[in-house]
């Protein structure tokens, strides 16, 4: 009698100690937001051992993290008004249907909600709509913003889109991974070569599981499965040991991998406001 009375005790011990962890853990969601179409005029520039031809249809994708009741944005796509001039003839033709505040709406929130903004590397088609956001801790490569903000400025970049951060405050400058949150659900990995600073993220989701999004590590598929690089990555060596240690990611574990501007890839997520958790 008194072992089965010790027994249910414990049992009932166990059981609330379990649920009472499962509460504590915060919510953790993944949502696609649909940030654009890119098209690039000459597909080769895709590839800087010039086997592409034709032209090349790509998205832009952005993503918010809700970590309890925090929200992070991943990349912040393009600059509504920087694009209107587009033509025909420009290289790099992208469009949007809605801007990344526009899309929050829809869940239920706004700018002051977003707390966070990860940037994967300094180019125009990620960080267009950063200075929304100019309240959140921005993290990104700290060669990246420096790029952006010590010095001459290189052509092509757009330090105007995030200038906000401009001072320096507010900004988690990072050189290696980086645990966002403390608790090892989502980290910034170093992943460079697509720029000196360039970054991609992992987002250790309770049902999906381990999901990483590529940054411009790869543009499309066929980058990812040939081992092919754009004409304008800042480094060919650094980019092979970041595909290498990609690579070796994705083999230890069972990731679901998105590669950020492939179409196909994007298809496969849920569509927005349905989320991965
Ligand atoms: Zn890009």
Redesign the pocket.
Known sequence: MFRSVLAIIMTVFIVSALSSAQAQEPILRLYTLDCGK?KVLDANIMDDTDSYTGSLN?V?SCYIIQHGNEYMLW?AGFNPEAIKGVKDTDMFQPKIEKTIVESIAEIGLQVSDINKIGI??N????IGQANVFKDAELLIGATDFDALFAGEVAEGLHPAFIDEWADGENVTKLNDDHDVFGDGSVTILSMPG?TQGHMALQVNLKKTGPVILS??LY?FKDNYEQGRMPDFNWNREETLASFERMKSLLQSQKVRFVI??DPDHLAFMPKFPAYLD
Request: proline share 0%; charged share 20%.
């Open positions: 890119i790509l832009a990349d994967s590397h180019h125009f088609d990620h697509h940054g411009d543009h950020q501007h």
